[in-house]
């Protein structure tokens, strides 16, 4: 057969329309807080697929794209997906004349208002060729030698009474070949509300906020069945992912409104519906919903009543999100927020939830999470975000935001990052019940400040006379994916202080993979490793090549996880015990001395080659584990307990990156941006 030519003779494709199945009231049903509608689920409704000759058409340029639009039954128990005229999808294949690139072929309609309509092409598309469809045809990101996908849901959407704006109904759609019909499948997941009350009317912007991406960039991959599957932990060079939505426009009482999502899981949300003058109020939840695809998600009638401002918030009661089970007495942790407004502080309580979990699905803290008490004591700022100090001298503030805890960091160094450790310190003091109740004090209880700003950072405060300590973890890159490398070079000599250098080798790099993670593992680094353990860093700078001084004698031991003498080993009972040990686990063969440690490359000597505290992996080395799971003991009043050979039976050595993982190098195949980021300072002894 030959190839189609439709500048000469315009294809004719029949295209099955879209449709979108409105998901039962169920969980979601939490987030108006008022009585919700009682009338029980909506069901689909059924979309046929008729096959048509179709009409020879040609497309004229000054049709907009992007007009399809829903449209409800009477009853309100389902909607189609219509068909506007001017409507394009793009459609993509592997070029006959090189395997590695797609070409494109764009189509046209000019029937309106259909769920199925034949559209036409004035591009060359060749027979026998799989066909990737997508649309809106414009804003596609491709990748052919991965056959990976990229589009961009906008964290801004336009309210439109009774439908969705333009463009937003992203859909995908596979055909082996042209004489196919074409049945197209929506990404996104709609949610659907009114809005009540006298203010209602006064409402000119709605904000929908998560702390799991639910718009921006995302990366797909297309089947033969021609649903998309959404892949977030890669993006695209220049991709960025958004955990709010804003939904901007003219709001009507009564009326239906959609805000286009993600099809994801997310633990709870905020809605926080504002006016000109910038009056809010908010609804939230806490439940666990998932957007599925191509659903509808009907939250009812929100509310809003006679006035826009919420009751002040005075005070929050304390949230227990963890209780001991064992030990004496409980491990106190307590977690605060510092740059969340009022509306925000569901966001922090999810931020919170997401950044313990992380530490306690690390070793060993999950083995021995049951002696933990965990606290979010919330408090709210003025302004969102921290302040940004100038880089360089002199000192001095770019942006000074009114957050309570008075958060600061450079715009590109970190060193300089601190909050006001009296406030904070007093802060906890005040609120922590077991502060309170005089069973523990502030020294026993590390403080993590989670901050909500997009910025890279972290760092951890000491007070080394007291022990009492507090670290700092932004939400960096709204939780975009940031990556570290262990660094380029290492001593010469395993056993001998030197500035002799050599270089570490691809192969060495491949073998211990590349950290990547998100701001989560900042986290696990700052509090789980520092704040809480005391343990040194273990990295170097690449540009220090000078020998490590030892830490001063501090009141209260820090750093036992290194040591500045070759000849005097803390970690020897591993090492005389590693032969048997890796009979049992292959993994303790990582056990062992290596040079480098406390941001210099020589003089200090670790227990393996890599671990958290090098590379913010998810992963504890042997050592530094019996180290934390000793601090757990203490703090617990259990420390007398404490015996090797018990605590080797249930020692968890496996690293998820190197044990785990498909792939060490995880999020680099395809084209997917990853944040790579500098280690940062060491604690700071105030």
């Given at each position: 057969?030959?190839s189609?030519?439709?500048?000469?003779?315009?294809?004719?494709?029949?295209?099955?329309?879209?449709?979108?199945a409105?998901?039962?009231?169920?969980?979601?049903?939490?987030?108006?807080?008022?009585?919700?509608?009682?009338?029980?689920?909506?069901?689909?409704?059924?979309?046929?697929?008729?096959?048509?000759?179709?009409?020879?058409?040609?497309?004229t340029a000054?049709?907009?794209?992007?007009?399809?639009h829903?449209t409800?039954n009477?009853?309100?128990?389902?909607a189609?997906?219509?068909?506007?005229a001017g409507?394009?999808?793009?459609?993509?294949?592997?070029?006959?004349?090189?395997?590695?690139?797609?070409?494109?072929?764009?189509?046209?309609?000019?029937?309106?208002?259909?769920k199925s309509?034949?559209?036409?092409?004035?591009?060359?598309?060749?027979?026998?060729?799989a066909l990737?469809?997508?649309?809106p045809?414009?804003?596609l990101?491709?990748?052919?030698?991965?056959?990976?996908?990229?589009?961009?849901?906008?964290?801004?959407?336009?309210?439109?009474?009774?439908?969705?704006?333009?463009?937003?109904l992203?859909?995908?759609?596979?055909?082996?070949?042209?004489?196919?019909?074409f049945?197209?499948?929506?990404?996104p997941?709609?949610?659907?509300?009114?809005?009540?009350?006298?203010?209602?009317?006064?409402?000119?912007?709605?904000?929908?906020?998560?702390s799991t991406?639910?718009?921006?960039?995302?990366?797909?991959?297309?089947?033969?069945?021609?649903?998309?599957?959404?892949?977030?932990?890669?993006?695209?060079?220049?991709?960025?992912?958004?955990?709010?939505?804003?939904?901007?426009?003219t709001?009507?009482?009564?009326?239906?409104?959609?805000?286009?999502?993600?099809?994801?899981?997310?633990?709870?949300?905020?809605?926080?519906?504002?006016?000109?003058?910038?009056?809010?109020?908010?609804?939230?939840?806490?439940?666990?919903?998932?957007?599925?695809?191509?659903?509808i998600?009907?939250?009812?009638?929100?509310?809003?009543?006679?006035?826009?401002?919420?009751?002040?918030?005075?005070?929050y009661?304390?949230?227990?999100?963890?209780?001991?089970?064992?030990?004496?007495?409980?491990v106190?942790?307590?977690?605060?927020?510092?740059?969340?407004?009022?509306?925000?502080?569901?966001?922090?309580?999810?931020?919170?939830e997401?950044?313990?979990?992380?530490?306690?699905?690390?070793?060993?803290?999950?083995?021995?999470?049951?002696?933990?008490?965990?606290?979010?004591?919330?408090?709210?700022?003025n302004?969102?975000?921290?302040?940004?100090l100038s880089?360089?001298?002199?000192?001095?503030?770019?942006?000074?935001?009114?957050?309570?805890?008075?958060s600061?960091?450079?715009?590109?160094?970190?060193?300089?990052?601190?909050c006001?450790?009296?406030?904070?310190y007093?802060?906890?003091?005040?609120?922590?019940?077991d502060?309170?109740?005089?069973?523990?004090?502030?020294?026993?209880?590390?403080?993590?400040?989670?901050?909500?700003?997009?910025?890279?950072?972290?760092?951890?405060?000491?007070?080394?006379?007291?022990?009492r300590?507090?670290?700092?973890?932004p939400?960096?890159?709204n939780?975009?994916?940031?990556g570290?490398?262990?660094?380029?070079i290492e001593?010469?000599?395993?056993d001998?202080?030197?500035?002799?250098?050599?270089?570490?080798?691809?192969?060495?790099?491949q073998?211990?993979?590349i950290?990547l993670?998100?701001?989560?593992?900042?986290?696990?680094h700052?509090?789980?490793?520092?704040?809480?353990?005391?343990?040194?860093?273990?990295?170097?700078?690449?540009?220090?090549?000078?020998?490590?001084?030892?830490?001063s004698?501090?009141?209260?031991?820090?750093?036992l996880?290194?040591?500045?003498?070759?000849?005097?080993?803390?970690?020897?009972?591993w090492?005389?015990?590693?032969?048997?040990?890796?009979?049992?686990?292959?993994?303790?063969?990582?056990?062992?001395?290596?040079q480098?440690?406390?941001?210099?490359?020589?003089?200090?000597?670790?227990?393996?080659?890599?671990?958290c505290?090098?590379?913010?992996?998810?992963?504890?080395?042997?050592?530094?584990?019996e180290?934390?799971?000793?601090?757990?003991?203490?703090?617990?009043?259990?420390?007398?307990?404490?015996?090797?050979?018990?605590?080797l039976?249930?020692?968890?050595?496996?690293?998820?990156?190197?044990?785990?993982?498909?792939?060490?190098?995880?999020?680099?195949?395809?084209?997917?941006?990853?944040?790579?980021?500098?280690m940062?300072?060491p604690?700071?002894?105030?």
């Open positions: 057969m030959k189609r030519m439709s500048i000469l003779s315009p294809l004719r494709i029949l295209l099955a329309g879209m449709m979108l409105a998901c039962v009231q169920q969980e979601a049903m939490e987030v108006p807080e008022e009585e919700l509608p009682g009338d029980g689920g909506i069901v689909a409704e059924d979309v046929t697929e008729r096959p048509g000759a179709g009409i020879t058409i040609t497309a000054d049709i907009p794209e992007t007009r399809t829903i409800m009477d009853l309100g128990t389902s189609g997906v219509y068909w506007s409507d394009k999808f793009s459609c993509l294949y592997i070029d006959e004349n090189n395997e590695n690139k797609f070409s494109r072929a764009v189509f046209t309609t000019e029937d309106d208002n259909v309509a034949t559209f036409s092409t004035v591009n060359e598309v060749p027979d026998g060729k990737y469809c997508s649309y045809s414009g804003g990101k491709t990748n052919s030698s991965a056959m990976i996908f990229g589009k961009n849901l906008p964290a801004e959407q336009t309210a439109v009474a009774g439908g969705v704006a333009e463009g937003l992203f859909s995908t759609a596979y055909a082996a070949n042209l004489n196919e019909d049945t197209f499948h929506n990404i997941c709609l949610i659907r509300f009114r809005i009540s009350g006298s203010v209602a009317g006064s409402v000119t912007k709605i904000t929908f906020m998560t991406q639910i718009a921006g960039d995302f990366i797909f991959t297309l089947g033969t069945d021609g649903i998309a599957v959404l892949d977030l932990d890669r993006h695209f060079s220049g991709a960025q992912p958004y955990d709010t939505i804003t939904l901007t426009g709001f009507v009482e009564g009326q239906d409104y959609y805000i286009a999502v993600l099809p994801v899981t997310v633990s709870g949300f905020d809605m926080v519906f504002s006016d000109a003058s910038g009056n809010s109020t908010t609804k939230s939840s806490t439940k666990t919903m998932e957007f599925k695809r191509s659903k998600l009907d939250f009812g009638t929100i509310a809003l009543g006679d006035s826009f401002e919420d009751a002040p918030v005075t005070s009661a304390p949230i227990k999100y963890m209780e001991s089970t064992r030990g004496t007495k409980p106190v942790l307590a977690v605060v927020p510092d740059g969340f407004t009022a509306p925000e502080m569901g966001k922090f309580v999810r931020l919170a997401a950044g313990i979990d992380a530490l306690f699905d690390t070793e060993p803290y999950k083995t021995y999470k049951d002696y933990f008490r965990v606290w979010f004591l919330r408090v709210n700022s302004e969102s975000g921290a302040s940004v880089d360089e001298s002199p000192y001095g503030y770019i942006t000074e935001r009114d957050c309570y805890f008075k600061r960091w450079e715009q590109t160094q970190y060193n300089r990052m601190a006001d450790a009296t406030t904070l007093g802060f906890v003091e005040n609120n922590c019940p502060i309170l109740n005089d069973t523990h004090t502030i020294d026993e209880i590390p403080v993590l400040v989670i901050i909500n700003d997009s910025r890279y950072g972290g760092i951890c405060h000491f007070d080394s006379n007291r022990g300590s507090y670290c700092m973890a939400y960096s890159f939780g975009g994916q940031l570290w490398r262990y660094p380029s001593a010469a000599y395993p001998q202080v030197t500035t002799e250098y050599v270089d570490v080798s691809d192969a060495d790099i073998a211990m993979g950290s993670g998100d701001w989560t593992n900042t986290l696990v700052e509090y789980g490793g520092h704040a809480f353990a005391r343990l040194a860093d273990e990295y170097w700078y690449e540009n220090n090549t000078k020998t490590g001084g030892v830490y004698g501090y009141t209260v031991p820090f750093g996880n290194l040591t500045g003498d070759y000849t005097s080993i803390p970690w020897q009972h090492l005389d015990r590693k032969a048997t040990l890796v009979t049992s686990k292959p993994q303790y063969d990582r056990i062992g001395i290596y480098g440690g406390q941001v210099a490359m020589s003089g200090r000597w670790r227990n393996e080659r890599t671990s505290m090098i590379d913010n992996r998810f992963y504890f080395s042997a050592w530094q584990r180290l934390i799971v000793k601090r757990i003991l203490t703090l617990s009043g259990d420390i007398g307990t404490f015996d090797f050979d018990t605590f039976t249930t020692d968890d050595p496996t690293d998820p990156l190197r044990d785990v993982a498909a792939s060490p190098i995880l999020g680099k195949a395809g084209g997917g941006e990853i944040h790579f980021v500098p940062l300072p604690p700071v002894f105030d």
